[in-house]
Structures are given as C-alpha cells and as structure tokens.
C-alpha cells in the first residue's frame, strides 16, 4: 500500500494541529510518551517532530511532508516546496511575528542603536541576516529558553515570537521592530512532491484542511422568511456568495440559509429577529470549500 509520511509540530502547536485535523475529517491519537502518533487513515503515516527541526527532515526525504513555520524553513534555508498557508495557532489566528524588543528601561529605539551590542534569540539565523541588512555590527547569541528575561542584564535585545505581545509587555520589554511574520506552512520534499500518488494525496489532504481553516469562524444560520420581507431579511445578511432561498410547503413562507462569519452573529440574529425571521438556527461548520 502507498503510504504518504508526514510530520506534525510537537510542542505549543501540536494541540491546535491535532484539532484543524480532526475538523478536517481525520482523528489523531497522541500518546504523552511517543513521536509516532495514530490516524484513522491507512494512507498516512504521522510523526511528531519538533518545528525548529522539521523543514530539515523534510528537505532530506526522512518523511514526505510536514506542517511547519515559514520562520524555521528560512531559518534552516531548507529546500522544500511551500503548498500551502494553514494560519492557525496556538492561541490565535494571528500570524507569529518575530520581533525585535528591548527592556522599557533601555534607551534604543531602533535597529541601529544596536551597534555593538548583544542580541539574543533562538532564530539566530535569521537574526543575523536581519542585522546585515540594516547594516548593524551586533552579537547575536543562541537562547536556550527564559529569553524574554534577559534584557537589560543578559542581554542588549531579544528577537523572540509574539502572538499578542502580552508575554513581552509582562516582561516590560518594547517592540522596536519586526523581524520576520511566519504562518504555519504546508511544505514537501521536492522528490515526493514528483510522486504522483503522493502529490495527488497531499492535494486531498491541503483541500480538507483548508477548507476545516475556512470554517474555524463561520457558521451557518437558517431561518424561516415571509416573502414580503425577504428583500429586507436579505439586505441584512453578508454571505459568501448569496443565500438560499427555498420554498416551504407554505406558500407564503421561505427558508433563508446561509454562511456568515461568526463575529457578526451577536450583532444579526436581533436584527434578523425585528426584521421578521422567524425559528432562526445557528450551526457550527466542520469545513468550507469554495
């Protein structure tokens, strides 16, 4: 049986991963002490590897494919084919941004003032590069962990992650600059990626996680509509393309469905309510395909 490898983030990902996959149509089962989880798919074959490391392994065929930062293939310079975005994350949709911070107490307000100085991260690559291009002279030393403690006595300046920025204003560091913005990337051996069994069964698998990503903040809403306020009860609803309107079995009522983001539901289904729908239903989505 042809089987498509893929490696999945272990660490601050891994929950969230998990989760898109099951949305997806695909239930995982991680053991606390294996790299080798489960998958309800005999075509598939998963293990965890850390992100920081991931892109490498793909690059050398050790699996097919994997979910990985955009910051850790740059990081590693890996050689590999980037299929698709998947912007999920562990606490938000937000993209992670590597950011360049300094302690509140410090006086340099950009890039330059650096010169001469120690910066301190984990994408020390990166960092580097970032530093070349500005021009700038400075130290850049690999951090083992804690690095939002360092400044000022450890260090000059981090480049660390940030979702919200909440961990680093608890830490009374200021965001001077962004280094680089990373979304989740779906990438690929270049080798398997010619294979086109594997190919095709990555295709299925992006479309299916895709579209569980799309339906993370929609939901479908249904309603029941007197034909004398539909232009009204429609004029009201965003869609992604337009409602469907189907005749009941009483003449002078139709039902309205459609698909709408979930952020505006609070805000609709009162007005949708004085407009005149009635027995209105909100429902959840597993995913959206286009």
Not at 231 to 238: A, D, E, G, N, R
Not at 253 to 259: A, F, G, H, K, P
Request: charged share 30%; aromatic share 6%; proline share 5%.
């Amino acid at each position: 049986m042809n089987k498509l490898k893929i490696a999945l983030p272990k660490g601050s990902l891994e929950e969230a991963t998990c989760h898109l996959f099951k949305r997806a149509g695909f239930t995982i089962h991680v053991s606390a002490r294996s790299y080798i989880p489960s998958i309800d798919d005999p075509e598939i074959e998963v293990v965890l590897f850390r992100p920081q490391e991931m892109s490498r392994y793909v690059e050398d065929g050790i699996v097919d494919c994997g979910l990985t930062g955009h910051d850790w293939v740059v990081e590693n310079n890996s050689k590999v084919v980037e299929l698709s975005e998947l912007q999920y994350s562990k606490r938000t949709s937000n993209p992670v941004r590597w950011v360049l911070a300094v302690h509140e107490s410090s006086p340099f307000k950009s890039v330059k003032d650096l010169e001469g100085k120690k910066v301190v991260t984990e994408l020390v690559n990166v960092t580097k590069r970032y530093l070349k291009k500005n021009k700038v002279n400075a130290e850049v030393e690999f951090s083992w962990g804690a690095t939002e403690a360092k400044p000022p006595r450890l260090a000059d300046a981090i480049v660390e992650a940030t979702e919200t920025g909440s961990s680093l204003r608890a830490n009374k560091l200021k965001i001077i600059d962004t280094v680089i913005v990373s979304i989740p990337k779906f990438i690929a051996n270049k080798k398997s990626h010619q294979d086109p069994w594997k190919k095709q069964k990555m295709e299925t698998l992006i479309l299916l996680l895709e579209g569980a990503m799309r339906a993370q903040e929609k939901v479908g809403l249904k309603m029941n509509v007197e034909k004398k306020n539909l232009t009204k009860i429609l004029s009201l609803l965003p869609a992604m393309k337009k409602p469907t309107v189907a005749n009941l079995t009483d003449k002078n009522w139709l039902d309205v469905e459609t698909i709408i983001d979930e952020s505006v539901v609070r805000e609709l289904i009162p007005a949708l309510k004085k407009a005149g729908a009635n027995g209105i239903i909100e429902y959840p989505l597993n995913k959206v395909i286009p």
